[in-house]
């Protein structure tokens, strides 16, 4: 049986709406450090190593933290977590298109019709 991997997404290091509630003015304040976010993902390792073969990843850490140091809470206006490491409704309806192309360029399901 096929098997894709979504890799989690990065955890921010505070309690996300809480910190954009009180930082109105300057959201940038609710950033978090993009390599304590990205937490250490053992199947991750295990794929990278083959230990996992016919596992497909797809990874949608670059997407809600783009490259760079720091990873932001709101992303084109857009709240990014619910809490301390969900993301919300309008972030995923956000990152879906490219989410489902990802799931298609793993070859295991076919193109999707909008």
Do not use: I, K, N
């Amino acid at each position: 049986m096929p098997v894709v991997y979504l890799r989690d997404t990065p955890t921010p290091d505070a309690d996300v709406p809480t910190c954009v509630s009180g930082a109105l003015d300057d959201w940038s304040r609710c950033s978090f450090d993009r390599a304590t976010g990205l937490l250490d993902d053992p199947v991750l390792a295990q794929v990278a190593l083959g230990d996992l073969p016919g596992v497909r990843v797809v990874d949608v850490s670059a997407l809600v933290c783009p490259p760079g140091d720091r990873c932001p809470s709101v992303l084109g206006g857009v709240l990014l977590y619910r809490d301390a490491s969900h993301l919300t409704a309008t972030a995923t309806e956000l990152l879906r298109p490219q989410v489902e192309q990802d799931l298609v360029a793993t070859g295991l399901f076919g193109a999707t019709t909008g």
